[in-house]
Each structure stands twice: as C-alpha cells, then as structure tokens.
C-alpha cells in the first residue's frame, strides 16, 4: 500500500484543486448578426454591441 512520506500542505493542496471549479466563460449573443461570442469582445465579423467596430477579410 502506497504510504506518503511528507504531509502536503493545505497551500499545494488548494492550488492542486484550483481547477476543479472553473467553468466555462459566459457567452453573448450580438443582437445585429445573431452571432455567438465572448461577452465584452469583438465577435468574428467585427462588430461589438450592435456596431462596426473592425474591418475583417469579408468587407474588402
């Protein structure tokens, strides 16, 4: 039977855990396109709350 041979500390052990409870981050959805995104970023065609923000590769 496998026996530890130093205790582990409380501080390794939490940081061990620490990605057990991470969840995935909350999606948006931009209300002019429909599209699915990252809240608080540029979705894939270059708009952001509604509005044209970055030129992309389908504009030209």
């Not at 931009?30 to 509005?51: A, I, L, Q, W």
Request: glycine letters at 6%; aromatic letters at 4%.
């Amino acid at each position: 039977m496998a026996v530890q041979q130093n205790k582990r500390s409380a501080s390794k052990r939490n940081m061990r855990r620490a990605h057990d409870f991470a969840t995935n981050p909350p999606l948006a959805i931009e209300p002019g396109t429909g599209e699915v995104h990252r809240r608080h970023h540029v979705s894939p065609n270059g708009f952001y709350r509604g509005k044209k923000v970055v030129a992309t590769k389908s504009d030209e």
